[in-house]
């Protein structure tokens, strides 16, 4: 099924400034990887791609840190679309969408993809 969570963009750059990411305080779980992270219009900002390594983090500063996750900037999830022929539309509104309308757009907006080895 389709989980929504709430967070927000606490900075602009990912680990070490990593500028191809964001970094969100919206919880992250496994298998959500792909995920698109929205704003508050609806648009995605960004693909899902990591999490902190919190147990890393716990055993270098005794203290466990808590949502910080990364999603790929939405700038490079286009040249990827772009360049495998893949069609999108870019959001436009300046409407602020619920967090039901946010998860009704996102349920018509992606799918599920499974690799098996």
């Given at each position: ?42 648009a ?16 270098a ?43 009704e ?13």
């Amino acid at each position: 099924g389709l989980n929504v969570s709430r967070g927000s963009v606490s900075s602009m750059k990912g680990i070490q400034g990593d500028e191809t990411s964001l970094q969100i305080s919206a919880p992250v779980q496994p298998g959500n990887s792909g995920g698109p992270a929205i704003d508050k219009h609806g648009a995605v900002v960004g693909v899902v791609v990591s999490k902190l390594d919190t147990v890393a983090v716990a055993d270098a500063t005794g203290d466990i840190a808590q949502n910080i996750n990364f999603p790929l900037r939405s700038s490079l999830a286009k040249v990827f679309l772009m360049s495998t022929g893949i069609d999108y539309s870019e959001a436009l509104g300046e409407e602020v969408v619920s967090p039901e309308k946010a998860a009704e757009l996102l349920r018509a907006s992606t799918s599920l993809v499974e690799c098996f080895r």
